[in-house]
């Protein structure tokens, strides 16, 4: 046997091709989309010359249940047992770790002992820790597990499944609240998986599954999404026929800013009472025809595209280009495209575990942040783009880069759009629909704020006027300007935030259809442009409490220095 037929062995060894539905057994799955072959996304070489194994990497779709998955299983042994994703190193995820356990809370009856699979350093737990909470954490990477327990979260180094499932029951009997947060898609047993979770489950128990949206991967074109730890792709359709098979019900759904837009769903045992908005993504999932193969298609086409069209971006800049963020998501991109070292000079990535390493497959080496600054590239790519916000942040505020920022998706762009955006303010494109009828304009949808609802208002506002500064500690709010255009200005008072001083104009209204979702502690205010009047939507977190105070700041005065006068460029 020669040296390439027992590399091929030993990748045989590690892999297998799938012959039937991960989630329903259909043996007739319709293969749409091959990558290539490609390195386990997060085995980071230690050295220029370390060996890699390569792996095929490709799609198929399932015409039974939907599931959009993997046809190839590489052994989790080989995938998660000495890991390199650290939680805490993004701060999106710390702030989000505290959301998330309001959100479960409020949708718990009993509010005990709460179990994490997958719980990686410990982040998520903490919050139900320093609350009085017994806690789990069940995760199989050991090196992981050491740094939760050298913490105080109390952590086993486990695979989950039926097996474990039985064994934590008896050690501490069924659990209250479980989640289970971007963890079942790399799962290559489902079945197994979502079996022990019903076990685990109290019987008025809450679970809560996370999981980044095949909708938005789809809609986003996240195909940098799919590598060999990412074994299915859910739409809500394929993940409730999976729940339901182990008695689990869906009663409520939620959002996450991880991943670049995942769904929450919240399970018990049994029938239960659904909200409105369970029924309403059914609907949307048929409207918007995500769970055909038609539609999986075309995403394959543009992802080709797209690829082509990066390349293109990269080589036109002048002098040295980095990226920043050596994440699983950017080792699919980068072996797609065919990126090495002659288009990206360096990666640089915050988390410790990477540095000093080389980026799978394409050998580019990753180095600190420091180290992207001492060198200061003419331009960087933010490959992990679905936290380009905090990184821009990163770059522009604490490593003082003035080069170029290119985010490559969910499309490319290559100005310095970054340098003025306020870490936190989405801006959502809303859809006008007009025919001879007159016109329909879309609003306010619970997958497009990432807040609770408390109350609308409607405000007319005069050319002339300047509303504002306004600042709510506390209230979420959600702009529209239904009518007229307005020039929307925010400031950035946030003591901890990575763009605290920061000033951005926003221009929305007839010309720019648009939502923008301004987290609280951020200093607005607005004047109309372009006509005699405007009329503005709000949906606000809470509704208007006349003994909660804001503040108000004279639009005039220098505390915030932004000139109201118009500009002429």
Request: charged fraction near 25%; aromatic fraction near 8%.
């Amino acid at each position: 046997m020669n040296i390439k037929e027992a590399k091929k062995l030993k990748q045989i060894k590690f892999m297998e091709t799938i012959k039937s539905c991960r989630v329903c057994g259909e043996q007739d799955i319709k293969p749409f989309f091959d990558l290539g072959s490609q390195p386990l996304a997060n085995s980071l070489p230690r050295s220029q010359f370390e060996k890699e194994n390569f792996y095929p990497l490709s799609l198929s779709w399932c015409p039974k249940c939907n599931l959009v998955q993997l046809n190839q299983t590489i052994d989790p042994k080989e995938l998660f047992s000495d890991y390199v994703w650290v939680t805490a190193t993004s701060k999106v995820a710390n702030d989000y770790a505290e959301t998330f356990y309001q959100e479960m809370i409020k949708r718990s009856e009993n509010r005990g002992f709460a179990l994490e699979i997958a719980s990686n350093d410990g982040t998520f737990l903490k919050p139900f820790l320093r609350n009085g909470h017994k806690v789990l954490g069940i995760d199989p990477a050991e090196n992981i597990v050491q740094m939760a327990k050298a913490q105080g979260v109390p952590t086993e180094a486990l695979f989950f499944g039926e097996e474990t499932a039985l064994q934590i029951l008896k050690e501490n009997g069924p659990a209250d609240m479980i989640f289970a947060r971007n963890v079942l898609p790399h799962v290559a047993n489902t079945r197994d998986f979502v079996k022990g979770l019903s076990i685990c489950l109290a019987p008025n128990g809450t679970l809560a599954i996370e999981a980044h949206y095949a909708r938005e991967i789809l809609k986003g074109l996240h195909y940098d999404s799919i590598y060999h730890e990412h074994l299915c792709y859910f739409t809500f359709k394929s993940l409730e026929r999976l729940l339901n098979d182990f008695n689990l019900y869906v009663f409520d759904i939620g959002r996450s800013p991880i991943s670049g837009g995942s769904m929450v769903v919240y399970a018990k045992l049994g029938s239960v009472r659904e909200e409105p908005i369970v029924q309403e993504c059914r609907n949307k999932e048929r409207e918007d025809g995500i769970n055909e193969l038609e539609s999986w298609q075309e995403f394959s086409r543009r992802a080709s595209n797209h690829k082509n069209r990066l390349i293109e971006v990269i080589e036109r800049q002048k002098g040295t280009v980095a990226g920043y963020g050596s994440s699983a998501r950017s080792s699919t991109m980068l072996n797609f495209a065919g990126i090495n070292t002659s288009l990206l000079s360096f990666i640089a990535d915050a988390n410790p575990l990477k540095q000093g390493r080389y980026a799978a497959g394409t050998r580019i080496p990753i180095v600190s942040p420091e180290e992207l600054a001492r060198r200061n590239p003419e331009a960087v790519v933010i490959l992990a783009w679905n936290f380009a916000e905090e990184i821009a942040g990163i770059l522009r505020n604490k490593l003082n880069y003035k080069g170029k920022l290119i985010v490559p998706l969910p499309e490319i762009k290559e100005n310095d759009f970054l340098a003025n955006e306020i870490e936190g303010v989405k801006i959502v494109p809303l859809r006008k629909i007009p025919d001879e009828r007159g016109t329909i304009m879309h609003g306010v949808r619970s997958d497009n704020i990432l807040n609770q609802f408390g109350e609308v208002y409607f405000k007319k506002l005069y050319k002339g006027i300047i509303n504002g500064w306004h600042v709510h500690e506390k209230l979420i709010l959600n702009y529209i300007c239904l009518q007229g255009m307005i020039k929307l200005v925010l400031c950035d008072l946030r003591k901890d935030s990575q763009t605290c001083g920061k000033i951005q104009e926003i221009f929305i209204g007839e010309e720019n259809y648009c939502l923008v979702h301004i987290p609280a502690g951020i200093a607005n205010g607005m004047t109309v442009i372009g006509g005699e009047s405007a009329l503005i939507c709000n949906v606000a977190s809470q509704p208007h409490d006349p003994a909660i105070k804001y503040r108000r700041i004279d639009p005039h005065s220098n505390e915030i220095p932004y000139n109201w006068e118009k500009k002429d460029r």
